[in-house]
């Protein structure tokens, strides 16, 4: 496990983060009761009646659309989409993908380019023990992946903050189907394509498998106080 970043270290409200699991395979969650889920749990951390929370779970098969999503970024077979209060463009989630929602409350002054990265450092640092090199790219959210014929994204990455609380999170892919990507304009990168862990470690990965690791690096990063 990589230490912390000393790019987004940042002090944090509670040195408790409470890890919830909701669904894995084959329980798979509809998206509207994810989310509404997650509004519940933002409102009890907003009001202070209870801790961070990371919610862990795989989506029955949906496509969300993020408020930067423009019209022909959309599928066009009909396909439906849920539009959302997160940033960055449309995305899809489903099963052989684990979605990760931390709730967690920020600091002030409010960062979310830091919360952002702090994503991000936690994730390359999952694919890590896989034996997979993640890495940022400039002016692009997630974690990437170099591939055969480029640079291949494996996390998305879409955040909000509400009264200084953070809701949505990640995806990561771990052993999904790439098809349901071809239908859109995955969060409106047009010049990269999208992998999952699986095919970049050359074994078969499921959420179930990572979830343990995952729950391990988000408890490293967010559940003690920063100096």
Known sequence: MVGRDPQTRHKRRSSVLEIQTVGLAPDYIPYLDGWALQRSIHSDVVAGTRPDTLL?????????????????????????????D???????????????????????????VAHVRTLEHVLIGVLATYGVEGYRVEGRSGVWVRRPLGEDKVAAIGVRVQRGVTMH?????????LAAFRSIIPCGISDAGVTTLSEVAGAEISPADVLDTVSRAFTAEYAEVAA
Do not use: M
């Open 56 to 84: 862990l779970l795989e989506h029955e098969p949906v496509y969300t659309a993020g408020a930067r999503t423009a019209r022909h970024e959309r599928p066009t077979d009909g396909t439906p989409v849920v539009d959302v």
């Open 86 to 112: 997160r940033g960055g463009k449309i995305t899809w989630h489903g099963p052989g993908q684990l979605v990760g929602y931390p709730i967690v409350r920020l600091h002030e002054p409010i960062d979310v």
């Open 169 to 177: 999170g990640f995806a990561l892919n771990c052993d999904n189907s």
